[in-house]
T-cell receptor, first 114, second 115 residues
Framework: AQKVTQAQTEISVVEKEDVTLDCVYE???????LFWYKQPPSGELVFLIR??????QNEISGRYSWNFQKSTSSFNFTITASQVVDSAVYFC???????????FGQGTTLQVKP | EPEVTQTPSHQVTQMGQEVILRCVPI?????FYWYRQILGQKVEFLVS????????KSEIFDDQFSVERPDGSNFTLKIRSTKLEDSAMYFC?????????????FGNGTRLTVT
């Protein structure tokens, strides 16, 4: 079965701290894609990143970085120097190549305090 | 930047009534989706649509649900006879070339409240 686990339900940090959000998935597919979405308090779903299973190179975009480890089926997300505006629910969502859908994790609620 | 738009932002209806949720996907996108999120829970897939037909649907998407692309721009979700448990945020999404080649872009959602 295809499954995604975001073990951290809630994380609270103080502004400027670094924070890592964990994502572990299960799949038997050799080809798949991994996504992260952000859901701020206003409710919309904001696309952050899409990675394919062939590319294990870590990616950095400003204060955001992603660590993909195929051997451990993990795709973790780090925010460096967190800001209050980073407060949101973050969803990891794998897409397995034989389906047309994203499978969302339970989400991690990040609260960044000033 | 082009975006997916959904109307209305909030819909209140009585149990048993029909509702239609409307979406305008990004214009050059070919794949369309509906997801829903019950308050405080995870986002769940309902249905995907490509080439004027349903590609895939979940167990949630039973006979009470239907989708339609009535013209070249709109994509609608109809719930024939709403139940209390249909109360949720419904997200429309579109993808240019499908998830194997491009990301999903979501609309801001329609909050459906069934009373």
């Amino acid at each position: 079965a295809q499954k995604v686990t975001q073990a951290q339900t809630e994380i609270s940090v103080v502004e400027k701290e670094d924070v890592t959000l964990d994502c572990v998935y299960e799949t038997r597919d050799t080809t798949y894609y991994l996504f992260w979405y952000k859901q701020p308090p206003s409710g919309e779903l904001v696309f952050l990143i899409r990675r394919n299973s062939f590319d294990e190179q870590n990616e950095i975009s400003g204060r955001y970085s992603w660590n993909f480890q195929k051997s451990t089926s993990s795709f973790n997300f780090t925010i460096t120097a967190s800001q209050v505006v980073d407060s949101a629910v973050y969803f990891c969502a794998p897409h397995m190549s034989n389906t047309g859908k994203l499978i969302f994790g339970q989400g991690t609620t990040l609260q960044v305090k000033p | 930047e082009p975006e997916v738009t959904q109307t209305p932002s909030h819909q209140v209806t009585q149990m048993g009534q029909e509702v239609i949720l409307r979406c305008v996907p990004i214009s050059n996108h070919l794949y369309f989706y509906w997801y829903r999120q019950i308050l405080g829970q995870k986002v769940e897939f309902l249905v995907s649509f490509y080439n004027n037909e349903i590609s895939e649907k979940s167990e949630i998407f039973d006979d009470q649900f239907s989708v339609e692309r009535p013209d070249g721009s709109n994509f609608t979700l109809k719930i024939r006879s709403t139940k209390l448990e249909d109360s949720a945020m419904y997200f429309c999404a579109s993808s240019e070339q499908g998830l194997n080649n491009s990301p999903l872009h979501f609309g801001n959602g329609t909050r459906l409240t069934v009373t």
